[in-house]
């Protein structure tokens, strides 16, 4: 069983800055993709940022130049550094990981809460 496990979010003021981590843990675990997404109330999910295995990023156009995603492979921990916050980041963000052991898989974080005050 894989569990993912995120810190980070919480309450800062528009231009702050926050760090995001999760950390994934299990046996026999070799991770793939790891993500950030988000997804405001009644909207879709939103990709934040992704990075490969060998560390080849991608952005969503919104948080280019602001946001920069990360990842400890020997750690199992991907994280997403967010600078020049703007209310509209404003949301539930979550990690998703991708995994080939023990099985192929997708698998979610429990979500962590970001608010960007004006």
């Known amino acids: 069983q894989v569990q993912l496990v995120e810190s980070g979010g919480g309450l800062v003021q528009a231009g702050g800055s926050l760090r995001l981590s999760c950390a994934a843990s299990?046996?026999?675990?070799?991770?793939?993709?790891m993500g950030w997404y988000r997804q405001a109330p009644g909207k879709q999910h939103e990709v934040v940022a992704r990075?490969?295995?060998?560390?080849?990023?991608s952005y969503a156009d919104s948080v280019k130049g602001r946001f920069t995603i990360s990842r400890d492979n020997a750690e199992n921990t991907v994280y997403l550094q967010m600078n020049s916050l703007k209310p509209e980041d404003t949301t539930v963000y979550y990690c998703r990981v991708v995994t080939t052991t023990p099985i192929p898989s997708i698998y979610w974080g429990q979500g962590t809460q970001v608010t960007v005050s004006s």
């Open positions: 990075i490969s295995a060998d560390g080849v990023t």
């Open positions: 299990g046996s026999n675990l070799s991770i793939t993709s």
